[in-house]
């Protein structure tokens, strides 16, 4: 199969499913479900959370990094069990998604995002917008995300991001 | 219910007294975190006044004719090197009518324009284009004794130390080994080799720029809020600290040991210790050997930064006030140059306990949220800082808030209250 095979020749079932996963995973967000967040990921999955100025500088740091799955497993347990922050709900809209490429078994997609935060006694904002560039394992059970790098648009982060985007 | 003295605490026209609670620095008034006169105040004498601010790194200014902007206090600066390898910081603002200069984070060029009426400075920030200088078919035009030598952009004064680049408003600073005096050394200890920026976190901290000073200058914390710190070992309450200040109390030098082993003996009194918890990847807190006295430093640098090291973690924390309210900290990460690639990797776990989604540092960004907000609303109560005593001496345990007070102490001197 060749490896710029653009959006449109890719089967329409994979589309669909697809954008499944990325209903799911934002539901997952959603519900605050740390223990079930890792599930989205291969075992050898690489995450990355950057502001678009960081990842247009090639930089290797940004404000999330998970290299394999224990580091999936220890973000969560430690923001559950640890971690000391206001009360908030965060509602994930996706937006557009592109299908860019399929090589093998890896999809590699584009969704843009809006999160939008309410903590509590305030109003809620527009706490990020961007989009995530991602390869999506196809093989297997069910699509995990073998690459995330969740990209936003603005400098920096209003106070915290307590859970992932 | 306590009676309000309303002619102790209020002046005539109904505003709270803005007169240090007590005559030594155990207590803090909550109007200090709110007060724009005093915020006005310490803009002048602080961070634009005779103080040394980091401004950037060498390696983000690398090439010929690399530039970028910074910030002193709220004021935007650039720091450029030109083509002769100087380098410079100058203000970002231009000569002609006070336009912005530099609008984006970085760029390389061999001209410096301003888009307003295209006056265009030298990398070095003088002046060096003017159009229509003489007119157009002898109208118009600046009088025949306009130089242009006369109108560069503002030059600050800068220094270059261990490829950290700080600078100051002042024409008269004090040199910068005076000024860091007892901090320098640890300063000396991390950036001493030629360093690398790994990346940035910025996030808008809900808070006075001292409140996140003092959180800094408070190890009473670290173990109580940051169950994190305790559930994988890195800190007890047991820990040998040294908690030192320099130059008087405008900087802090925090000095331990990264044991990296957990103990029970003095987590008994953490309510949200998480019992068994284990961190399935322990690389994200476990440093690589790297400092031959295996020692974790970090420090506030007065005004505006603050040095980590942390594990393998290596960050300047920049402060920038945008009002008594809010400040925004930039975080810049570094690694050496020559780090091996598990080096790195391991600098790029470890940034994970930091910044707006650090595992620890979210606790700090939430909390000082809070603080912040009984401040606003409760002007005229005081803060109670006389953990460890009253006195501002440096302790060899974290159960003390000298260092806060030390702060405190300076402070007072500097803006005379
Ligand atoms: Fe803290």
Redesign the pocket.
């Known amino acids: 199969m060749s490896a710029d095979m653009s959006a449109t020749t890719l089967d329409h079932p994979l589309k669909i499913r697809v954008r499944e996963l990325y209903e799911e995973y934002f539901a997952c967000l959603e519900a605050q479900d740390l223990t079930a967040w890792p599930s989205f990921f291969t075992e050898d999955a690489v995450y990355l959370v950057q502001s678009d100025q960081s990842h247009r500088s090639g930089l290797l740091i940004g404000d999330i990094y998970c290299d394999g799955i224990a580091m999936f497993r220890d973000r969560a347990a430690a923001t559950a069990n640890t971690s000391v922050h206001a009360r908030q709900t965060i509602r994930h809209f996706p937006g557009a998604l592109k299908l860019a490429a399929r090589k093998g078994d890896l999809v590699s997609s584009t969704m843009s995002y809006l999160a939008v935060r309410s903590v509590t006694d305030e109003a809620p904002t527009f706490f990020s917008v961007g989009r995530s560039i991602d390869e999506i394992a196809v093989n297997g059970d069910r699509l995990r995300f073998a690459r995330r790098t969740v990209i936003y648009d603005h400098d920096r982060i209003d106070n915290s991001l307590v859970f992932p985007l | 219910m306590q009676q309000v003295n309303l002619s102790e605490s209020r002046n005539s026209d109904n505003s709270p007294v803005r007169a240090w609670p007590k005559d030594d620095v155990s207590r803090v008034p909550y109007w200090l975190y709110v007060d724009r006169d005093l915020y006005d105040r310490e803009l002048q004498a602080m961070f634009y006044g005779p103080t040394w601010n980091y401004v950037g790194c060498v390696d983000e200014v690398r090439q010929p004719g690399d530039y970028k902007s910074s910030w002193i206090g709220e004021r935007s600066v650039i720091v450029t090197r030109d083509h002769d390898g100087a380098l410079s910081v100058l203000e970002n603002a231009c000569s002609h009518r006070g336009t912005r200069v530099v609008w984006c984070a970085k760029g390389n060029g061999s001209r410096l324009t301003c888009p307003y009426h295209q006056w265009s400075f030298s990398l070095k920030g003088d002046l060096v284009g003017v159009p229509f200088k003489r007119g157009l078919k002898g109208e118009g035009g600046y009088p025949s004794d306009f130089d242009t030598v006369d109108h560069g952009i503002r030059k600050l004064k800068h220094v270059e130390r261990g490829g950290l680049i700080w600078a100051t408003f002042s024409e008269d600073p004090p040199d910068l080994e005076t000024y860091f005096a007892e901090a320098l050394p640890g300063l000396d200890r991390v950036f001493s080799r030629p360093t690398r920026v790994l990346g940035y976190q910025r996030q808008l901290l809900s808070c006075n720029w001292k409140l996140y000073i003092e959180?800094?200058r408070?190890p009473y914390?670290?173990t109580l809020?940051?169950t994190f710190y305790v559930t994988f070992g890195l800190l007890r309450a047991g820990n040998k600290f040294l908690l030192g200040t320099a130059a008087g109390g405008a900087h802090s030098v925090t000095v331990t040991e990264n044991t990296g082993k957990k103990e029970k003996d003095s987590t008994g009194e953490i309510g949200r210790f998480g019992e068994g918890l284990t961190l399935a990847d322990p690389t994200l807190v476990t440093p690589i050997p790297e400092f031959a006295d295996g020692k974790v430093t970090g420090g506030t640098l007065h005004p505006s930064s603050v040095m980590h090291q942390q594990a393998n973690s290596i960050a300047i924390r920049h402060l920038v006030p945008k009002g008594p309210g809010q400040t925004e900290l930039i975080w810049t990460f570094f690694g050496y140059e020559g780090d091996t690639e598990e080096m790195t990797l391991r600098r790029r776990k470890q940034a994970n306990l930091f910044g707006p989604a650090g595992l620890?540092?979210v606790?700090?960004t939430e909390?000082l949220k809070f603080v912040q907000a009984t401040a606003e609303s409760y002007q005229d109560h005081v803060g109670l800082v006389e953990f460890g005593g009253r006195d501002t001496a440096d302790t060899s345990h974290m159960l003390s808030e000298g260092q806060i007070r030390a702060f405190y102490k300076y402070y007072r001197q500097v803006m005379q209250i």
């Open positions: 959180n800094l408070d914390h670290a809020l940051h620890v540092s606790d700090d909390v």
